[in-house]
């Protein structure tokens, strides 16, 4: 996806910021087009990274009012990997190195931008047909953010059970399974889904840092109860996550390692310095991020930047 809730000036996230033990952070709310909601939970101002996790996105669940309701059309990005996750409905990926993939749920599609792509997003499902999803961006490490552009599909990822609530795991490591899928930095992605009114204990690297997102049903931890509207964020040093969970209770779990640097997000980049946004913008005004063939219709114009960045969102 693109970032549709976009403002004119980058966002400044400092890498290894001070993270709260238990902190909940209220999701942004959008409506676009034709009434796709979408809830932000990352970057927020006071909570810019998870890990290396620097944007997350909450859509639908909406019924489709047809294919390609959701049309993102051919747009850059460049210093990330796009993660897109479905509990409902189908989404067909288009992008400048020639992939042509359609998704479903518990599928991943995991495109690493380097040092620039592009890519268009349509739903294909029929009308009244549940989207449901979320869309994940990971910061790459200085040095990966030259790297070629790739993309992978996996056609399921690992799923295992823990106290009654089947996970699958996307991203990165959970209770000693492993994703196939390349990242690169220490990370945790993964739904959670309770098969029966249940008392997880998760659990995670005292190390990394995590947040829980609230996607169905009741869910609480010691403190409190979660909630549709806030993201909750874990600091560094636990090794469980204990949470209780009624039957058919769905969470979003991510994770990882405290980024090390300063990164600058603006639009679909994710750069170190304004200077190489603005250039990164100028690059896809100029058509220099290539085609994305068999799109029907024109890429997206990049929206005004104003040069200075400021902190928060
Ligand atoms: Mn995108």
Not at 18 to 26: D, L, S
Not at 47 to 59: K, T
Not at 173 to 199: C, M, N, Y
Not at 228 to 255: K, S
């Amino acid at each position: 996806m693109s970032n549709l809730i976009c403002d004119a000036q980058p966002i400044e996230c400092p890498g290894r910021e001070h993270c709260p033990a238990r902190q909940e952070y209220p999701l942004r709310s959008s409506i676009l087009g034709e009434g796709l909601q979408i809830q932000r939970a990352l970057p927020h101002r006071e909570r810019r990274l998870v890990g290396p996790w620097c944007f997350l996105d909450h859509f639908g669940p909406v019924p489709s009012t047809g294919p390609r309701m959701i049309n993102v059309a051919p747009h850059p990005h460049i210093g990330l990997q796009t993660v897109t996750w479905l509990f409902g409905g189908e989404i067909h990926h288009l992008d400048s190195l020639g992939f042509d993939q359609l998704i479903r749920p518990g599928q991943l599609n995991l495109m690493t931008a380097g040092r620039g792509v592009a890519h268009s997003e349509e739903s294909t499902s029929p009308t009244g047909a549940m989207m449901h999803g979320v869309q994940l961006w990971v910061a790459l490490p200085g040095p990966m953010r030259q790297h070629e552009p790739a993309f992978e599909h996996h056609a399921s990822v690992p799923k295992f059970t823990i106290d009654d609530v089947d996970i699958q795991l996307f991203a990165g490591e959970l209770a000693e399974h492993h994703s196939p899928a390349h990242f690169w930095s220490q990370i945790v992605g993964a739904e959670l889904r309770a098969r029966k009114d249940t008392e997880l204990s998760l659990p995670v690297y005292p190390e990394h840092e995590h947040a829980l997102l609230l996607i169905d049903g009741h869910a609480r931890d010691p403190k409190g109860g979660l909630s549709h509207d806030q993201l909750l964020v874990i600091g560094a040093g636990t090794d469980c996550i204990p949470l209780q969970m009624d039957a058919g209770t769905r969470l979003i779990l991510i994770g990882g390692e405290p980024l090390d640097e300063d990164i600058v997000i603006w639009w679909n980049f994710v750069a170190r310095t304004a200077e190489e946004i603005e250039q990164a913008r100028e690059a896809w005004q100029h058509g220099e991020f290539g085609q994305v063939d068999g799109y029907q219709g024109e890429p997206m114009t990049a929206p005004p930047l104003e040069g200075r960045p400021r902190a928060g969102r």
